[in-house]
């Protein structure tokens, strides 16, 4: 079956720790592939995506993620995290449908 | 600019009742539609999916159903609500190929009490 994983259900980092979040998926053939965010109290915003191209893919708030195709996975990386940065962190993998990972979630102490 | 909107915000519904959440989408045209429950350290579950008006795709067999009576309106009901039925739903919509980005709308928190 189709599926996405997210392997870290919760992560605590301190301000300005490096941060990666390992996502993997299970489908074959092309997919696109996705990063959402959700800041406490507010709704899912789109981090970054990948459709085609340079797998090294940049989004906002300087998050970036690499896809590595032979290895299924579409890990989210930032150098430097700021306590703004506390949230939780959804995977996403579209191939005919939307599916999204069970969620990291992301405290950033101060 | 596209605009989702989804009501109610929040609603307390006791068990046996019925549940009907509505999404309306502005400025597109035959938007892909999702609906999405997003329970608790489980992120998030793909309840239905339209393509078009009165074409649904369930993924989840459950007590729930979804219904497209116009273009931008998307349309989650149960006819007897379950405790488990609790949860954040989320209507969602993209244009084009599904494979698309998604944008969510604001969601709506169910209690079944």
């Known amino acids: 079956a189709q599926s996405v994983s997210q392997h870290n259900h919760h992560v605590i980092l301190s301000e300005a720790a490096s941060l990666e979040l390992g996502c993997n998926y299970s489908?074959?053939?092309?997919?696109?592939l996705f990063w959402y965010v959700q800041y406490p109290g507010q709704h899912l915003q789109l981090l970054l995506k990948y459709f085609s191209g340079d797998p090294l893919v940049k989004g906002i708030k300087g998050f970036e993620a690499e896809f590595i195709k032979s290895k299924f996975s579409f890990n989210l990386r930032k150098p430097s995290v700021q306590w703004s940065d506390t949230a939780e962190y959804f995977c996403a993998v579209n191939n005919n449908d939307m599916r999204f990972g069970a969620g990291t979630r992301l405290t950033v102490k101060p | 600019s596209q605009t989702i909107h989804q009501w109610p915000a929040t609603l307390v519904q006791p068990v046996g009742s019925p549940l009907s959440l509505e999404c309306t989408v502005e400025g597109t045209s035959n938007p892909n539609l999702y609906w999405y429950r997003q329970a608790a350290g489980r992120g998030l579950q793909l309840l239905f999916y339209?393509?078009?008006?009165?074409?649904i795709s369930s993924e989840v067999p459950q007590n729930l159903s979804a219904s497209r009576p116009q273009d931008r309106q998307f349309i989650l009901s149960s006819k007897k609500l379950l405790l488990s039925d609790s949860g954040f739903y989320l209507c969602?919509?993209?244009?084009?190929?599904?494979?698309?980005?998604?944008?969510f709308g604001e969601g709506s928190w169910l209690t079944v009490v």
């Open positions: 339209s393509v078009g008006i009165g074409q």
């Open positions: 969602a919509w993209s244009v084009g190929q599904v494979g698309n980005t998604i944008y």
């Open positions: 489908y074959g053939g092309t997919v696109n």
